[in-house]
């Protein structure tokens, strides 16, 4: 098949998916519109697209996306057999729908849900499949349910740990959890690596680095493969599973989190992965001591990148 696949890949995830594909045999082109940097031409721009977005609900960041896309797919001037788009409420509804003249049927994967960005909303309606990790969105609109996927199983056999815990996010409402978690950590004596991204520099505090660039993912997992355990803490309403749960199940290493709906899932162990309260974090220290019990062939299968492509690619 050819296949497009359509994606704001600002952290490299998704190019797992294009190599996936590619060894599949199939022909892939991969438009990574995160790579697309508009600039406003002056202040004027600014302030009208502050009224389109308030009045008509309309972004000329999201327009130019689109429009990039489509010059895209046009230059490549073959039909796609399919179309695959992650992230796509940050392209516009009308570029979306110009999508149907480039292939023969459009998919959208959503690793957001729609309490936090409530424009995926608005473009469900113009692709012919649509995918979410939130279990919740899946009910209210009707789409159909996939997970985030395994990227990485290369397991790397540790003599010792430089750090127990391991955590990066970016700046947003989760940081006085992040800090409540960390100062648990740094109570019990137990050593953590735990990055914040924000474009503002700031101080290092004695439990929490600030970070002002990406770190590349090929860097992410090499601080992954030196720690012991993982800590995830998801946004406020969102029970879809991060990166972080299928980084700690691909790489067979135990996983702290503050989503309580990961209990609901067939790979939860709780030897495992612990659960914690957000409002008062308390990591026992035994969590660390008893080794990680391997999730069996048949439910781990179903979360690897081959399961992810026949859910969401293949629909088998």
């Known amino acids: 098949m050819r296949i497009a696949v359509v994606s704001l890949d600002n952290w490299g995830f ?3 998916i294009v190599t996936a594909l590619e060894e599949k045999g199939h ?3 991969h438009i990574n519109f995160n790579n697309y940097k ?4 002056n202040f004027l721009y600014r302030a009208y697209n502050f009224f389109l977005k308030t009045f008509f609900k309309k972004n000329l960041k999201t327009i130019y996306f689109g429009k990039k896309i489509i010059e895209n797919l046009k230059e490549i001037n073959i039909p796609q057999d399919v179309i695959l788009v992650i992230k796509g409420d940050h392209i516009d509804p009308k570029s979306i729908l110009e999508l149907k003249k480039y292939g023969k049927k459009t998919i959208a994967y959503f690793n957001d849900n729609t309490y936090r960005c409530p424009k995926i909303t608005r473009v469900i309606p113009y692709f012919d499949e649509v995918f979410s990790f939130e279990k919740e969105d899946c009910e209210k ?3 159909k349910f996939a997970t985030n996927w395994i990227y990485n199983s290369s397991i790397k056999t540790e003599d010792s740990f430089e750090h127990q815990v391991f955590n990066i996010i970016s700046k947003d409402k989760r940081l006085p959890v992040l800090s409540k978690i960390a100062s648990d950590l740094k109570s019990k004596n137990i050593s953590h690596k735990i990055f914040v991204y924000n474009k503002k520099v700031e101080d290092r505090t004695s439990t929490i680095e600030f970070i002002t660039k990406h770190i590349p993912l090929t860097e992410m997992n090499e601080y992954i493969n030196r720690s012991q355990v993982l800590l995830d803490v998801n946004r406020e309403g969102q029970n879809g599973l991060t990166f972080r749960v299928f980084e700690s199940l ?4 135990k996983l702290i989190t503050t989503n309580s709906d990961i209990i609901n899932y067939d790979f939860y162990n709780p030897n495992n992965i612990l659960v914690i309260d957000e409002n008062n974090p308390d990591v ?3 969590f660390f001591e008893k080794a990680y019990e391997k999730v069996p062939d048949n439910i781990f299968k179903k979360y690897t990148l081959d399961g992810w ?3 969401v690619v293949y629909n088998t």
Do not use: A, D, E, T
Request: charged share 10%; net charge positive.
């Open 14 to 16: 998704n190019n797992y």
């Open 27 to 29: 022909n892939v082109h």
């Open 38 to 41: 508009y600039k406003y031409p």
């Open 141 to 143: 609109h009707n789409l």
């Open 250 to 253: 691909g790489l067979q290493k």
């Open 284 to 286: 026992p220290v035994s």
């Open 309 to 311: 492509i026949n859910n």
